[in-house]
C-alpha cells in the first residue's frame, strides 16, 4: 500500500499559479504511475494529468493543457502539479492518485486526501 498526502492549495486570483504537490510513503514511489484529478463541487470527479513511472511521458486533459505541468521526483517520493494562468473554473479539490498504469478514468488503486483550489474571477 502507498500512502499519498496532497498539498500546496490555496486561493488563488484568476490568471495566477499554484504548484501542488503529493508526498507518497509507503512503497517504492517509482513503482507507480501518478496521476491527478479534481472534483468541483456537485461535479464528477475529472482526469487533469498523469505520468509515468520514470516521468518521461506525460498525458494532460485538453482543458489543463499548455496550462498545468506535472513531475515527479523519485528520489524524494513527490508529484507536482504546476499549474499556471488559473482560471476561475479549474475551481475544486485536487486529488492524487497512484496506480499499475497511466489511465485517464479514475481508476487508480490508491488516491489521497484532496487539497483545496479556489480560483476568484
Known amino acids: 500500500q502507498v500512502q499519498l498526502v496532497e498539498s500546496g492549495g490555496g486561493l488563488v486570483q484568476a490568471g495566477g499559479s499554484l504548484r501542488l504537490s503529493c508526498a507518497a510513503s509507503g512503497r517504492t514511489f517509482s513503482t507507480y504511475a501518478m496521476g491527478w484529478f479534481r472534483q468541483a463541487l456537485g461535479k464528477e470527479r475529472e482526469f487533469v494529468a498523469a505520468t509515468s513511472r520514470s516521468g518521461g511521458s506525460t498525458v494532460y486533459a485538453d482543458s489543463v493543457k499548455g496550462r498545468f505541468t506535472i513531475s515527479r521526483d523519485n528520489a524524494k517520493s513527490l508529484l507536482y502539479l504546476q499549474m499556471n494562468s488559473l482560471k476561475p473554473d479549474d475551481t475544486a479539490v485536487y486529488y492524487c492518485?497512484?496506480?499499475?498504469?497511466?489511465?485517464?478514468?479514475?481508476?487508480?488503486?490508491?488516491w489521497g486526501q484532496g487539497t483545496q483550489v479556489t480560483v476568484s474571477s
Open positions: 492518485a497512484a496506480g499499475r498504469q497511466v489511465v485517464t478514468s479514475p481508476s487508480y488503486d490508491y
